[in-house]
């Protein structure tokens, strides 16, 4: 079965409000998760990493102040796409590693979001 | 910085014709290179796993290879279905850090 949650697997809402996302790592305590986002017809591209107790690392391009991620405990983070715009409208993925510098990742389902 | 490349990006073929997707990634020094499946509006299906210290790895129909020295992993699928029609993403892990992915290779299994 699944190691990692992710919820939920497809939502819409409108545009300019915000919606969150959670990833949950289900046997095992995550220091580290990683959140990936894809357009449409392109790869999975690194968002940002989060570390337990600490801010997230944002990836060059990614604006911190939209998508909020938050990584309070061992087994959970949060991505909150705020004020979402239908350019936001993609699929958003996450990852969790066992253990700050570990080797072994799980995924997460995986989420789809549309902005209408 | 790493880069993954998948060649083709895309792959039509009659089914049970044997078939190899490409991947490419230009830094060596990898951990680890998996390769996943997502179908349409789904996520991400683990389907093999190599370590850096590994040839090959099979599973069912399945085969894959590294070559870490060359930077590059194929995907061997034998006598193809209908129901391999997906999207093949390999990705490439360096301990410590995080999956770089490829763009994916769109394969269409013709019945």
């Known amino acids: 079965g699944a190691v990692v949650s992710q919820h939920p697997s497809r939502v819409i809402c409108k545009s300019g409000t915000s919606v969150k996302i959670e990833c949950r790592s289900l046997?095992?305590?995550?220091?580290?998760m990683f959140w990936y986002r894809q357009f449409p017809k392109q790869s999975l591209m690194l968002m940002a990493t989060?570390?337990?107790?600490?801010?997230?690392?944002?990836e060059q391009g990614v604006e911190k102040d939209k998508f909020l991620i938050n990584h309070a405990s061992l087994t959970l983070s949060t991505l909150t796409v705020t004020s979402a715009h239908p350019e936001d409208s993609s699929f958003y993925i996450c990852?969790?590693?066992?253990?700050?510098?570990?080797?072994?990742?799980?995924f997460g389902e995986g989420s789809w979001l549309t902005v209408v | 910085k790493q880069e993954v490349t998948q060649i083709p990006a895309a792959l039509s073929v009659p089914e049970g014709e044997n078939l190899v997707l490409n991947c490419s990634f230009t830094?060596?020094?990898?951990?680890?290179l998996q390769w996943f499946r997502q179908d349409p509006g789904k996520g991400l299906t683990s389907l093999l796993l190599?370590?850096?210290?590994?040839r090959e790895q099979t599973s069912g129909r399945l085969n894959a290879s590294l070559d870490k020295s060359s930077g590059r992993s194929t995907l061997y699928i034998a006598a193809s279905q209908p129901g391999d029609s997906a999207t093949y993403l390999c990705?490439?892990?360096?301990?410590?850090?995080?999956?770089?992915f490829g763009p994916g290779t769109r394969l269409s299994v013709l019945p």
């Open positions: 989060s570390n337990e107790g600490s801010k997230a690392t944002y």
């Open positions: 190599i370590q850096s210290s590994q």
């Open positions: 830094d060596s020094a990898i951990y680890n």
């Open positions: 990705a490439v892990y360096r301990y410590g850090q995080n999956f770089v």
């Open positions: 990852s969790a590693r066992i253990g700050a510098t570990g080797n072994t990742i799980y």
């Open positions: 046997d095992f305590q995550a220091t580290t």
